[in-house]
Structures are given as C-alpha cells and as structure tokens.
C-alpha cells in the first residue's frame, strides 16, 4: 500500500493525516487500480471529472474557483509523473480552502 501522508507531505509538509485518510476513505475502492489510483492532469475529460465529482458533490464548489483550484493542483505536481489521486485531490481542496470541511 502507498504511504499516501508521505506522498502528499511532498507538496505540503504540514498535512493533517486524519485529513489525507478522509480522502483515502472517499477513494475507497478507485485507489486499489493503479489506473484509477493516478490522475492524468493532460486529459481534460479527467480533469472534468475531478471538477465534477470532487469538487462541486463533494466540496461543494463549482465553476471558475474549481477550475482554478485543478489547475493549480495540476501545476503544482506537474514535474511527477504519477500524480497520486489522493494527492491531487489534497492539493485541490486545500487551494479551495476546503481541507477541514472534509
């Protein structure tokens, strides 16, 4: 199993382990894939789908500041490779401000 904490610490080395386990938990099953457990930031229909049903049924945030808060995500882990799902959607809810709401 992938040290999830230590992979999101990469990027925010202040992150709460209670907060990444919420994601982990939220994931469930799409992480046991190594396919669905990544996110393919130059796929648009993926990045959609992140907006989609993270950000707006999940956060709670639709539009311009969920487009902004993936893209910024999307930036900020552009030089790894394998973007970690749980990662990325760490950094997109703390770009929304949305990290203690989990």
């Not at 487009?67 to 799902?85: E, I, P, Q, Y």
């Amino acid at each position: 199993m992938t040290d999830y904490l230590a992979d999101v610490q990469k990027y925010d080395s202040g992150a709460d382990e209670a907060v990444v386990n919420k994601i982990v938990r939220h994931l469930g099953i799409a992480l046991r894939n190594k396919d669905s457990a990544l996110v393919s930031a130059s796929d648009p229909k993926e990045l959609e789908r992140v907006k989609e049903k993270w950000c707006e049924k999940k956060l709670g945030v639709g539009g311009a500041d969920a487009d902004a808060a993936v893209a910024a995500a999307a930036k900020a882990m552009a030089d790894d490779r394998s973007k970690s799902r749980v990662t990325f959607y760490y950094l997109v809810a703390k770009n929304l401000g949305k990290l203690q709401a989990l």
